[in-house]
C-alpha cells in the first residue's frame, strides 16, 4: 500500500514565516526592511527554478529582457505582499478602499444575502479578498492548495474561523463533495482563477499579446447553481496596511436565457476582466505573483 502524498512546501525554512512576524513586529523598521531587502536577494539566488520563470514573464510584460534588479523587485514585492497577509493573521486591520469604477454595483452584491462566487488572482494583495468578506457577514468558502509549510493561511484561518472554511483543491475526492455542499448550504466561494493546475475546464482568452488558457470553472459553478459572478484585483498601497480594490461588473447568468446564451456572455465577462487585469499587470508588473510559467498559448482555431 502506497503511503499518503505528502503536501506540497512554500520555498523556504520551516521557520521562515514565525521569523518574519517576530522581526517585523518587535524590530525597528530601519533595521527590518533592510533584513527583508537583503533576504530577498539571498531568495532570489536561492530559488533558480522561480527566478527563471519570473525573467521570462517579465519579458514577456516588459517587451525587453529583466534586470537582475528588475527581478530582485518581483521578488521583493511577494515578500511585502505576504508580510500583509502575515501582519493581518495577527489581528492587524487592513482597509479595503475601493476604486469608483464598478463600486456601487459589487457593493450592492457584498450587501445581498445573495450567495456568489467571487474571482480573483495571484495579483497584488488579492489573497486577503476571501477572507475579507468575512467581514459583510459573509460565509466564505476558499479555495486553497493545502502545503506543508503555509503560516499566513494558518493563521488568517484561526482569525476568521468560523466565518471561512477551506476547501483543499489538492485533495480532489472530498473536495467536489465539500464544495457540492457548501454551494447548497449557501456560501460564498473565493477562488483564484488564473492557474489551470486542478481545473476541469479551460479556455482561451486574450492576454499579454496573445491568447492563452484560462480555468472557467467559476463560470461552469455560476450556471449550475445560479451564482452572481465578481471579481476583484487588490493594489497594496505603499507603507500602509490598506488595499485598493478593483471590482469588475458582476455577472449574472440568466436560467431564461439557456446555456449557450449564458456561455457566451460568461466569455465576454472574462474577457473584460482579463482586460482589466492586464492594464494593472503593465502599470504594476512586479505585482504578478505567479513565479510559473505564463498560462500557454492557445492553439490556433481549426477551420
Not at 468575512?134 to 492548495?145: D, N, Q, T
Not at 447568468?253 to 499587470?281: I, K, M, S, W, Y
Amino acid at each position: 500500500m502506497n503511503p499518503p502524498a505528502q503536501p506540497p512546501r512554500n520555498p523556504g525554512p520551516s521557520w521562515g514565516y514565525g521569523f518574519l512576524l517576530w522581526a517585523e513586529r518587535w524590530w525597528p523598521r530601519w533595521v527590518f526592511r533592510p533584513v527583508l531587502m537583503a533576504g530577498t536577494w539571498v531568495a532570489l539566488a536561492c530559488l533558480p527554478v522561480q527566478r527563471a520563470h519570473s525573467r521570462a514573464y517579465l519579458a514577456v510584460v516588459l517587451g525587453r529582457p529583466a534586470t537582475l534588479r528588475e527581478g530582485w523587485r518581483h521578488f521583493f514585492a511577494f515578500a511585502e505582499a505576504l508580510l500583509l497577509n502575515l501582519r493581518a493573521g495577527r489581528g492587524v486591520p487592513v482597509l479595503c478602499v475601493l476604486a469608483p469604477g464598478n463600486k456601487v454595483e459589487f457593493e450592492a452584491l457584498l450587501d445581498s444575502p445573495r450567495p456568489a462566487l467571487f474571482g480573483a488572482f495571484h495579483f497584488g494583495g488579492s489573497d486577503l479578498l476571501g477572507y475579507l468578506l468575512a467581514e459583510h457577514g459573509r460565509r466564505v468558502s476558499i479555495l486553497r492548495m493545502r502545503v506543508g509549510n503555509s503560516g499566513d493561511t494558518q493563521r488568517l484561518g484561526r482569525r476568521f474561523s468560523g466565518k471561512v472554511s477551506f476547501l483543499w483543491v489538492n485533495d480532489p475526492a472530498n473536495m467536489l463533495f465539500a464544495l457540492k455542499a457548501a454551494l447548497e448550504a449557501g456560501e460564498s466561494l473565493a477562488l483564484k482563477c488564473d492557474r489551470l493546475d486542478f481545473s476541469a475546464r479551460s479556455e482561451p482568452f486574450h492576454f499579454l499579446g496573445t491568447r492563452r488558457r484560462f480555468p472557467f470553472n467559476i463560470y461552469l459553478l455560476a450556471m449550475l447553481f445560479d451564482r452572481p459572478v465578481a471579481f476583484c484585483i487588490a493594489l497594496p498601497a505603499a507603507g500602509k496596511d490598506e488595499l485598493h480594490v478593483h471590482a469588475s461588473p458582476v455577472f449574472i447568468p440568466d436560467p431564461a436565457a439557456g446555456r449557450a446564451a449564458n456561455t457566451q456572455a460568461a466569455r465576454q465577462h472574462f474577457q473584460g476582466v482579463l482586460d482589466q487585469l492586464e492594464t494593472l499587470v503593465r502599470a504594476h508588473p512586479f505585482l504578478w505573483f505567479n513565479f510559473l510559467p505564463l498560462n500557454p498559448e492557445a492553439a490556433p482555431a481549426s477551420r
